[in-house]
T-cell receptor, first 110, second 115 residues
Framework: AQSVAQPEDQVNVAEGNPLTVKCTYSVSGNPYLFWYVQYPNRGLQFLLKYITGDNLVKGSYGFEAEFNKSQTSFHLKKPSALVSDSALYFC????????FGAGTRLTVKP | DTGVSQDPRHKITKRGQNVTFRCDPISEHNRLYWYRQTLGQGPEFLTY????????KSRLLSDRFSAERPKGSFSTLEIQRTEQGDSAMYLC?????????????FGPGTRLLVL
């Protein structure tokens, strides 16, 4: 069965600095990988996904993610963090059903 | 298109009571999913529908849980004889009919507290 791991519970960055939120996955077939963001007391908002093609995927709010097949990773990145990016970020992999990681809390400090 | 909606947004109940949640998916989305999210965890799959047919149920879905989507549009999730361990956020998502590459769009969730 598919699974994802988010090795960091918390990531802290200063506003204006680049950010990376890590995700590794395990699937038996072709991976369909997703990133979602969750603000307090809200549902999940879709950011981006990798299905096939270019390993660098661009998504909403300036986020991008790099698919690395050899390292089975799909890290979320942003060149310049904003305070408003502070939220909970979930990586997910979908083979049959969707499996989510435990989440990474991103805090961007002014 | 107003997105996925869920009602109520919050529910407080006493142990042993029954509760029912409603989800209205994005119109024309054939597939509808229910998830449960506890504090500090990612969403966990409970069940999904393709139109009115319930195609898969997780082992997390005990006998006290039942879900319906009678007309292939909105769905309800009922929990009978609630327990304190049922306290969680219940999320609904939908996507068009398609393969695993389809994006699931989530509602705002229903937060349940069982006292």
């Amino acid at each position: 069965a598919q699974s994802v791991a988010q090795p960091e519970d918390q990531v802290n960055v200063a506003e204006g600095n680049p950010l990376t939120v890590k995700c590794t996955y395990s699937v038996s077939g072709n991976p369909y990988l997703f990133w979602y963001v969750q603000y307090p007391n809200r549902g999940l908002q879709f950011l981006l996904k990798y299905i096939t093609g270019d390993n660098l995927v661009k998504g909403s709010y300036g986020f991008e993610a790099e698919f690395n097949k050899s390292q089975t990773s799909f890290h979320l990145k942003k060149p310049s963090a904003l305070v408003s990016d502070s939220a909970l970020y979930f990586c997910a992999v979908r083979e049959d059903d969707m499996r989510f990681g435990a989440g990474t809390r991103l805090t961007v400090k002014p | 298109d107003t997105g996925v909606s869920q009602d109520p947004r919050h529910k407080i109940t006493k142990r042993g009571q029954n509760v029912t949640f409603r989800c209205d998916p994005i119109s024309e989305h054939n597939r509808l999913y229910w998830y449960r999210q506890t504090l500090g965890q990612g969403p966990e799959f409970l069940t999904y529908f393709q139109n009115e047919a319930q195609l898969e149920k997780s082992r997390l879905l005990s006998d006290r849980f039942s879900a319906e989507r009678p007309k292939g549009s909105f769905s309800t999730l009922e929990i009978q004889r609630t327990e304190q361990g049922d306290s969680a956020m219940y999320l609904c998502a939908s996507n068009p009919l398609g393969g695993s590459q389809e994006t699931q769009y989530f509602g705002p969730g229903t937060r349940l507290l069982v006292l």
